[in-house]
């Protein structure tokens, strides 16, 4: 017997309804900077000690979950700090070939967010594909064959904490030739 819901049909559904939730009705967007870690030389402790380079930006619709606003008192005065979770639908994501990992940088209302964790574990009918639940041998389970074609990563919730403007070194502003 094999699973009833959950299939490709069913993914694809999904899959429609929340880029056309997210695109048309919700309508919230970040852009993304993919941290380019081959190009950007760093010391012996791993620490960028010169320019950091990324690419993009990359534009994606996304749910956006904003913590209040601290301002904390430190030595050289009073600070700002914001953390803000970005929830991205996977397969826009993969259709771009980005993959949030930490040290990339969000952008969202003239401000800018470092990554500092991610969460990719919103699964369809609470089952990940890529773990059909076979034997050791990885033969097909012979209860549920076809597991594989069932369920779906949905989402990518990328945790991040705000970045002053002058840390970044991004202008948002392209120079003109």
Request: aromatic share 12%; charged share 20%.
């Amino acid at each position: 017997m094999s699973a009833m819901f959950g299939g490709q049909r069913d993914v694809s559904l999904v899959r429609k309804l929340n880029r056309e939730l997210m695109g048309n009705i919700i309508t919230q967007q970040a852009a993304f900077y993919k941290y380019k870690i081959g190009e950007t030389k760093t010391n012996i402790y791993g620490e960028a000690s010169g320019e950091k380079f990324y690419n993009g930006p990359f534009l994606f619709n996304c749910l956006i979950d904003r913590k209040d606003q601290q301002y904390p008192d430190k030595v050289s005065g009073v600070d700002f700090t914001q953390g803000i979770s970005f929830s991205f639908l996977r397969d826009d994501l993969v259709d771009s070939n980005v993959v949030p990992e930490i040290g990339d940088i969000i952008l969202y209302q003239n401000s800018y967010y470092g990554v500092q964790s991610t969460v990719s574990n919103q699964y369809w009918t609470g089952k990940n594909p890529d773990y059909p639940n076979n034997s050791s041998d990885n033969t097909p389970n012979p209860l549920n064959p076809g597991l594989e074609e069932f369920g779906s990563n949905l989402s990518i919730i990328c945790d991040t904490y705000y970045i002053p403007r002058d840390k970044v070194a991004i202008s948002p502003y392209r120079e003109r030739m």
